[in-house]
C-alpha cells in the first residue's frame, strides 16, 4: 500500500517560470529548479 505525501515535486525553468519535467530540471541545475509544491486537501463547504 502506498502512503500519501504531504507534498509532491515539479521543475521550473528559471528564465521563463514554466513547468518542465523534474528530471530535466535535475540536469539544468544552473537554469532550472525543483520545487516542492504542498497538496491541497478537500474544500470544505462555505457555512452561511
Known amino acids: 500500500m502506498t502512503t ?3 507534498s509532491f515535486k515539479v521543475g521550473r525553468d528559471a528564465k521563463t517560470g514554466l513547468f518542465i519535467p523534474v528530471r530535466t530540471a535535475q540536469n539544468r541545475p544552473n537554469t532550472a529548479v525543483v520545487e516542492k ?12
Open 4 to 6: 500519501k505525501s504531504s
Open 37 to 48: 509544491v504542498p497538496v491541497r486537501g478537500p474544500s470544505k463547504p462555505n457555512k452561511k
